[in-house]
């Protein structure tokens, strides 16, 4: 084994890169590289070895806390044969601003390695990036125009996918789930468009005539043909059946983005050893940032939920496959959906159904 360091000197505390070259069976390299600070005020040979032997992040070293970012790099000439961990915490936020980043990690040949749970969820930062990202390319590489996703060409689907790959590392998650993100963030954006941009203005034909300007990167002339569709006599009839199905909904949950699979992860961070069922998730995710529930009928539940806990904890009532606390207080499942996992979970994956004859 051959050990090397190498100085980097900045403005901001001194970085130090050790670099340890692992030869495997093959003879082929393997890095693993290990990022620690020293303060300017520091030696290097003044250090604690207490503190030569912590990893600390790019941000914020010193929150513990802090999630951890696995990474692919590759060389121009091989594939990807090494791993960096690298914590970061840094704020990270929607839209174009999360694209210098995607761009530098792309130029260091680093692709974040996307982590899934154990109902093949995406979790963690990684995760949560490329979900930025894939908005970003859905909504500047996809055309604005009044069509279906399954109407848009297969090169631009093609492109976002290469984009994606040549970014991140996505694992299981593959290809098809990469694109029916972009769809739903592409629809998503229409909708948004629609709801912010358009149909509150109506009456006021200055203000249709431009692009927003947080959106600079859309047409005239598409979005033009977008706005005439958005008051067409056929879509004033579809957005008001729809309003009519949002109305009818209840239990409107308070998740971000990261989904139940995001908050399960971090309930299993913040409650080790705790098993996480869907009700506890389903009550959390209706919460506020300070722990209340703002809904009057979703507290209601959320009591009911509480007292059901109790009674299985103290052997008064039985659970078994999908007759658990969340049926017993919301009553039972709609076919193929499962509430409280989030959505693509069906019921034999979360319940373990038996297959049916036949399969």
């Not at 207490?50 to 010193?62: S, T």
């Not at 513990?64 to 696995?70: C, F, G, R």
């Not at 739903?184 to 203005?201: A, E, V």
Request: charged share 30%; net charge positive.
């Amino acid at each position: 084994m051959t050990r090397s360091t190498v100085r980097v000197s900045h403005r901001l505390p001194l970085v130090f890169f050790v670099v340890s070259e692992l030869k495997d069976r093959s003879s082929s390299s393997c890095f693993l590289l290990s990022v620690k600070m020293v303060s300017q005020h520091q030696s290097k040979d003044s250090g604690s070895k207490k503190n030569e032997g912590k990893e600390l992040g790019m941000v914020a070293p010193q929150d513990k806390s802090s999630k951890k970012m696995k990474f692919a790099s590759s060389s121009a000439e091989t594939e990807p044969t090494s791993q960096t961990t690298i914590s970061d915490d840094s704020k990270t936020g929607r839209g174009m601003s999360t694209m210098p980043r995607v761009v530098k990690r792309k130029l260091q040949k680093l692709r974040p390695i996307v982590e899934y749970n154990k109902r093949g969820k995406g979790i963690g930062q990684a995760h949560s990036e490329m979900q930025s990202y894939i908005g970003v390319l859905a909504r500047s590489r996809v055309p604005l125009v009044d069509k279906k996703w399954s109407q848009i060409p297969k090169d631009i689907k093609e492109q976002i996918w290469e984009a994606v790959d040549m970014a991140f590392v996505v694992g299981q998650g593959g290809k098809n789930s990469v694109l029916s993100s972009a769809a739903k963030k592409w629809k998503d954006f229409k909708s948004t468009l629609t709801r912010h941009y358009i149909l509150p203005y109506t009456n006021d034909k200055e203000k249709l005539s431009q692009p927003p300007e947080t959106y600079k990167f859309i047409e005239k002339a598409q979005w033009d043909a977008f706005v005439a569709s958005r008051l067409s006599k056929d879509f004033e009839s579809v957005h008001s059946q729809h309003a009519q199905i949002r109305e009818k909904l209840e239990y409107n949950h308070r998740l971000s983005r990261k989904g139940y699979a995001g908050l399960e992860d971090q309930l299993e961070e913040t409650m080790p050893g705790v098993e996480i069922d869907r009700s506890t998730l389903w009550k959390r995710a209706r919460q506020d940032k300070h722990g209340n529930i703002p809904d009057p009928k979703v507290a209601e539940k959320a009591k009911l939920i509480d007292e059901l806990q109790k009674q299985v904890s103290e052997g008064k009532v039985s659970v078994y496959g999908s007759n658990d606390v969340l049926t017993m207080a919301l009553g039972p499942e709609h076919p193929g959906r499962v509430r409280g996992v989030g959505a693509g979970i069906s019921p034999r994956q979360y319940f373990n159904l038996p297959k049916p004859e036949g399969y």
